[in-house]
């Protein structure tokens, strides 16, 4: 699978440790930034580069790190068509693809040590949509709200 991931200067080490880890499971990683640590990077430009890169094609999922994955997410989530979801436990990260076809997982590098953040990014990386007829009608109605068609 290839997945998108980026960070801020806040995520940046632990995004080292993501893309390595992808490597490890066979996954390709498109490292989308930050490539050097810079203090005054902005987190919505990493996570505005991922989700771009997941709704585009470019990349099946997509990875953010920030300080606390708050902003990350929030930022991911203005890209239409990303769902992203800030995760620092296994069950969220495997649930949210499983049941809402999460495509952005959005990690607190200032929250989450490296052991749990790898065990969380498996979880996320071997999930996949249930394609089950209640999460099929829930997702629908959240691209509905998407489209701004939801009453």
């Known amino acids: 699978m290839r997945i998108a991931v980026a960070a801020d200067h806040a995520g940046f080490s632990l995004k080292g440790q993501v893309v390595a880890w992808l490597g ?15 203090p005054s990077d902005d987190y919505p430009d990493f996570a505005q580069a991922v989700a771009h890169a997941v709704v585009t094609g470019q990349a099946e999922r997509g990875i953010v790190v920030c300080g606390s994955g708050v902003g990350a997410c929030v930022a991911a989530n203005k890209v239409l068509g990303a769902r992203a979801c800030m995760c620092h436990d296994t069950y969220s990260a495997r649930q949210g693809v499983e049941h809402d076809d999460m495509n952005v997982l959005c990690l607190g590098a200032r929250v989450i040590g490296p052991e749990l953040a790898r065990e969380v990014v498996l979880a996320f990386v071997n999930a996949r949509f249930s394609g089950e007829e209640r999460h099929r009608r829930r997702l629908a109605k959240v691209l509905a709200l998407e489209k701004g068609r939801a009453r």
């Open 24 to 38: 490890e499971w066979h996954h390709e990683a498109a490292d989308l930034g930050a490539h050097a640590l810079d």
